[in-house]
């Protein structure tokens, strides 16, 4: 058995039956032609993955590096291996004059695991910048390209979290950065900053999150561990009547979305803590190892909250982050 909790943020103690380093498309091949693929799990850097438990079967850790730059009159291309880290990669960039990444500076993980849930923060998402994905599709045994349309990007969303979930391994990301950029600083605190630079937005947003979020060095965790629910207009109607202090945001002309964290700070979970893993005491969508937490405890607390919720708001959470139990996925 190998140990996990060291490749996932959150660090519970768990372990796998082995960890396969992929560090060039050639040892990617080799794996997956002499696997059975009897239970494994493809990881990153483990900041959307919590293993619960000792996992029945393999790890494939991704480490696949390097990075191509092309560019023209207009824009900047660029071809990035899935396993470098992200932040990195965005601080490459503005090191390179190469703006549009700014407001995702210190996102935890991988370039590869980025597409996956199409990472946001502070009103920009990767999505935007993304032309194409490159993925070796593990049933038919061959490379293959997606396109950024046939990716189907949404909030927290995209294809590789459905139909090609556990069928493909991402080996590289294509970005398009124009030349002619806007800087977005629209989100709160940023609007704040009189008529910022891309350097200006980074520098505040590593500041904010510094400030905001528990770095999982020391404290474990993996980010927000639920995704902020999108409710119809019509039910938001509804509940203002009961709740007339809810916060929302416009989606589109039907639709709102609701602070999860709102929501779950309504209900008195801020410190709430069951067998070393808790709820944060300021920021409530975040939960955290305690140092001595065990997936038993994550569960009990995921699953009231999400109870809580639906009895209080009749709002049903999804958790952001991926379960990973003894025999694979598990939900709340
Ligand atoms: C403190 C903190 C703050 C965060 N803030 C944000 C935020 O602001 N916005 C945001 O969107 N997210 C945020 N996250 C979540 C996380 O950073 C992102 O989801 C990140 O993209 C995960 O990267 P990873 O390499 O760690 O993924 P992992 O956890 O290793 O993997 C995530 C999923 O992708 C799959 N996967 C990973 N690599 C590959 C690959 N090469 N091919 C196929 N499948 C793969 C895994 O099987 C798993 O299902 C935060 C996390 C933390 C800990």
């Not at 990767?126 to 045994?141: C, G, H, L, P, R």
């Amino acid at each position: 058995m190998t140990s996990l909790k060291h490749s996932h943020t959150f660090g519970l103690n768990a372990s796998c039956e082995k960890i396969h380093y992929i560090d060039s498309i050639e040892a990617l091949k080799l794996h997956y032609q002499r696997s059975d693929r009897q239970a494994e799990y493809i990881l990153g850097e483990g900041s959307n993955t919590i293993f619960l438990d000792d996992f029945e079967g393999d790890v494939v850790l991704n480490q696949l590096k390097g990075k191509a730059h092309q560019e023209n009159e207009n824009s900047h291309n660029l071809s990035v291996g899935s396993g470098e880290n992200w932040h990195d990669l965005v601080s490459w960039t503005l090191a390179q004059k190469i703006y549009g990444f700014e407001n995702l500076a210190l996102i935890p993980g991988t370039v590869g695991a980025a597409p996956i849930q199409n990472i946001g923060a502070y009103g920009v998402e990767i999505a935007q910048f993304i032309t194409s994905v490159e993925f070796y599709d593990i049933d038919e045994n061959r490379m293959k390209l997606i396109k950024n349309e046939e990716c189907r990007f949404g909030y927290r969303d995209s294809i590789f979290k459905h139909e090609l979930f556990n069928r493909c391994f991402i080996t590289a990301v294509n970005f398009l950065l124009p030349k002619k950029h806007t800087v977005n600083a629209t989100y709160a605190p940023l609007d704040t900053l009189i008529k910022p630079c891309p350097e200006e937005i980074y520098t505040k947003v590593i500041e904010v999150r510094k400030s905001k979020l528990p770095d999982p060095k020391i404290q474990g965790n993996a980010g927000s561990f639920f995704k902020n629910p999108v409710i119809s207009k019509e039910k938001l109607k509804s509940l203002l009547a009961t709740h007339s202090k809810i916060p929302y945001f416009e989606v589109n002309d039907s639709a709102v979305k609701v602070p999860a964290a709102w929501l779950i700070d309504q209900l008195g979970f801020k410190g709430k803590e069951y067998r070393g893993v808790r709820c944060h005491d300021k920021q409530p969508l975040v939960l955290v190892n305690s140092g001595n937490g065990d997936g038993e405890g994550l569960l009990m607390l995921a699953r009231e909250i999400t109870q809580k919720v639906t009895q209080a708001f009749d709002i049903k959470l999804e958790n952001e982050v991926r379960l990973v139990g003894r025999q694979g996925l598990v939900t709340l």
